[in-house]
């Protein structure tokens, strides 16, 4: 069998999105994303634009609210306590991950 | 409606990532039938990772995920990187960290050693005086980035002793030891005679 080789695409800081692009990938309202801009969770590359764009690895904290919203059928507050815990979880994880790799593993 | 997305965790090797690599996916992904029911269906990708993924880094690829429903667009597949521990180093971002032993002479008197690198061996001047848990910057011979600049490789002294040594090499210790006036230990001596004297740590 014949297997197609797929691109695939980056969700980083150097790709950017518009809001609507965002909307579709993540399955939030733009009212929703609009929502966790204002709280913070989400950074416009372009603060203050009328069209704000954001970088593609937004998609992946817009997807992660998408899945907190529906499954856990949290308000915006809710959303957002849990998006900073996220968050902070994570930069605890890559400080964590940092110390790991300045340990030294082989003793002899 | 859009079909449903698939995420999947794509474990790579520091080899893979440093140069990109194709991986395939097999998955077990929900389509529907000629018969309109809801099945698992075995399904296989090929895709190419590019050189810089590292881990946590996410990758899309459209329409490769769950099949529209009334006309919709299908979903899309996201890939989740995860790089496999690696025997030499250790990835912090598109940094590597390399544990780099050094014999006790070498630390002190300095040294050219060769260290391995995921680009070839490279040649590394340990200076003089160099102390356990320094760590010796290789600029670029980390891990690609995604546009092109590199991360670093950092070398981490340390400083080991042989198992055992002839007699010569322990007549030169001695020789060593009853010469040098090097006291690793003189900041010791200031806290302990403060608590000697009842006075606590200065």
Same mark, same amino acid.
């Given at each position: 069998?014949?297997?197609?080789?797929?691109?695939? !695409?980056?969700?980083?800081?150097?790709?950017?999105?518009?809001?609507?692009?965002?909307?579709?990938?993540?399955? !939030?309202?733009?009212?929703? !994303?609009?929502?966790?801009?204002?709280?913070?969770?989400?950074?416009?590359?372009?603060?203050?634009?009328?069209?704000?764009?954001?970088?593609?690895?937004?998609?992946?904290?817009?997807?992660?609210?998408?899945?907190?919203?529906?499954?856990?059928?949290?308000?915006?507050?809710?959303?957002?306590?849990?998006?900073?815990?996220?968050?902070?979880?994570?930069?605890?994880?890559?400080? !964590?991950?940092?110390?790991?790799?300045?340990?030294?593993?082989?003793?002899? | 409606?859009?079909?449903?997305?698939?995420?999947?965790?794509?474990?790579? %090797?520091?080899?893979?990532?440093?140069?990109? %690599?194709?991986?395939?996916?097999?998955?077990?992904?929900?389509?529907?039938?000629?018969?309109?029911?809801?099945?698992?269906?075995?399904?296989?990708?090929?895709?190419?990772?590019?050189?810089?993924?590292?881990?946590?880094?996410?990758?899309?690829?459209?329409?490769?995920?769950?099949?529209?429903?009334?006309?919709?667009?299908?979903?899309?597949?996201?890939?989740?990187?995860?790089?496999?521990?690696?025997?030499?180093?250790?990835?912090?971002?598109?940094?590597?960290?390399?544990?780099?032993?050094?014999?006790?002479?070498?630390?002190?008197?300095?040294?050219?050693?060769?260290?391995?690198?995921?680009?070839?061996?490279?040649?590394?001047?340990?200076?003089?005086?160099?102390?356990?848990?320094?760590?010796?910057?290789?600029?670029?011979?980390?891990?690609?980035?995604?546009?092109?600049?590199?991360?670093?490789?950092?070398?981490?002294?340390?400083?080991?002793?042989?198992? %055992?040594?002839?007699?010569?090499?322990?007549?030169?210790?001695?020789?060593?030891?009853?010469?040098?006036?090097?006291?690793?230990?003189?900041?010791?001596?200031?806290?302990?005679?403060?608590?000697?004297?009842?006075?606590?740590?200065?």
């Amino acid at each position: 069998m014949r297997v197609e080789l797929s691109e695939v !695409l980056w969700l980083d800081q150097h790709h950017e999105l518009s809001l609507r692009e965002v909307a579709e990938l993540s399955g !939030l309202t733009e009212a929703e !994303l609009t929502e966790l801009v204002d709280c913070g969770a989400l950074a416009p590359t372009n603060p203050g634009a009328a069209q704000q764009m954001f970088a593609a690895r937004c998609v992946v904290v817009a997807r992660t609210a998408s899945r907190l919203r529906r499954d856990f059928e949290l308000d915006a507050q809710g959303l957002t306590l849990a998006m900073t815990l996220l968050e902070r979880v994570q930069d605890l994880e890559a400080q !964590l991950n940092e110390l790991r790799a300045l340990l030294p593993h082989r003793v002899l | 409606m859009p079909g449903q997305d698939y995420e999947v965790a794509v474990p790579i %090797t520091l080899e893979q990532a440093y140069s990109g %690599t194709e991986v395939n996916l097999d998955l077990n992904v929900p389509a529907y039938d000629a018969r309109g029911h809801l099945r698992r269906v075995p399904q296989t990708f090929k895709a190419r990772i590019p050189k810089g993924a590292t881990e946590g880094q996410r990758l899309r690829i459209a329409g490769k995920g769950g099949q529209g429903i009334n006309g919709g667009r299908a979903g899309d597949l996201y890939l989740n990187i995860s790089l496999r521990p690696h025997a030499l180093y250790r990835a912090n971002g598109h940094d590597l960290y390399l544990d780099l032993p050094l014999a006790p002479w070498e630390a002190v008197l300095g040294a050219s050693v060769e260290v391995p690198t995921l680009g070839g061996a490279v040649r590394l001047k340990v200076p003089p005086g160099t102390a356990a848990g320094q760590r010796l910057r290789l600029p670029k011979r980390g891990l690609p980035r995604p546009r092109g600049t590199e991360g670093d490789l950092y070398a981490i002294v340390q400083i080991v002793v042989p198992a %055992t040594v002839a007699d010569q090499e322990s007549a030169l210790f001695k020789q060593l030891a009853a010469t040098s006036k090097f006291n690793p230990r003189s900041h010791f001596s200031p806290v302990q005679s403060a608590v000697d004297s009842g006075g606590g740590e200065p």
